[in-house]
């Protein structure tokens, strides 16, 4: 269900936001169509115009017709409320510019900024337009378009449908200036490069660390080695002389003793 709030006044009209029940705004996925052309409009603000021509039996064609009809219905019913002009309900029709042209099947939309949405070719993102061909015979898009408002202008209204989202597809070059471009096979070889880099650097790594667990690994057997030699030193002997030094030292002492004992 729609929602066609009440106008807001901006500087040169008045702007009403559309939603659905939830506040969202209306968006409407476009998975192929054709472009018919596109024109830089930044004189008047508006960045580019981008004009499609949907198949005329496709839902999203039936979708913007709903939306229209609605839309403009909405209009008649509060117009005298908004605006108190006391038009008709025949001129508030003709006051009301349809989304889409029946007549040729197409829709006008806006790329307000380029910056703000990711445009790809053949998956492959471009920052100029204008360098792309969309007069290619074999060119179709897929993009995503959103209802950004029901704009008021004396003497007409129309829905504004701005591009949120877009990607062009072609078996053949769509732009005029490749090196502005980077290929598939470009990329992919610069990955290849940086891999080959990352693993040459792991095995080098990998031999440096080796090597000091060699080193780590005898200089740990000679430390057991002369462990083990040391323990086998007999000190039997050496023992031996410092207990019979000890047992003459008491005999002395007791000697002494009893000596002066006697005195």
């Not at 929602?3 to 659905?20: A, E, M, Y």
């Amino acid at each position: 269900m729609l929602v066609l709030h009440t106008p807001k006044k901006k500087s040169t009209n008045f702007v009403s936001k559309i939603t659905d029940d939830y506040g969202k705004p209306i968006r409407l996925k476009i998975p192929y169509c054709k472009a018919q052309y596109l024109k830089d409009n930044s004189t008047n603000g508006y960045g580019h115009l981008l004009r499609i021509i949907l198949p005329k039996n496709s839902d999203q064609y039936t979708r913007i017709k709903d939306i229209d009809e609605t839309i403009c219905n909405y209009t008649i019913q509060n117009n005298q409320k908004w605006f108190s002009n006391n038009l008709t309900t025949d001129e508030i029709r003709a006051f009301f510019r349809q989304s889409l042209n029946t007549e040729n099947d197409t829709i006008t939309t806006m790329i307000i900024d380029i910056k703000d949405i990711v445009i790809r070719v053949n998956d492959i993102v471009v920052d100029i337009l204008e360098e792309v061909d969309f007069t290619n015979p074999t060119l179709y898009l897929s993009l995503e378009i959103e209802a950004q408002g029901l704009y008021f202008f004396p003497k007409k209204c129309g829905i504004r449908w701005v591009v949120n989202k877009l990607s062009l597809y072609s078996e053949y070059p769509l732009h005029t200036t490749p090196d502005d471009f980077i290929d598939k096979e470009t990329v992919e070889n610069e990955w290849e490069t940086e891999i080959f880099n990352i693993q040459t650097n792991i095995e080098k790594n990998i031999d440096m660390y080796n090597n000091k667990i060699l080193s780590m690994t005898k200089y740990l057997k000679e430390l057991q080695e002369n462990l083990a030699t040391i323990k086998t030193i007999d000190f039997t002997e050496e023992w031996n002389y410092k207990l019979v030094e000890l047992s003459h030292k008491v005999v002395d002492y007791y000697s002494k003793t009893k000596t002066n004992n006697m005195q």
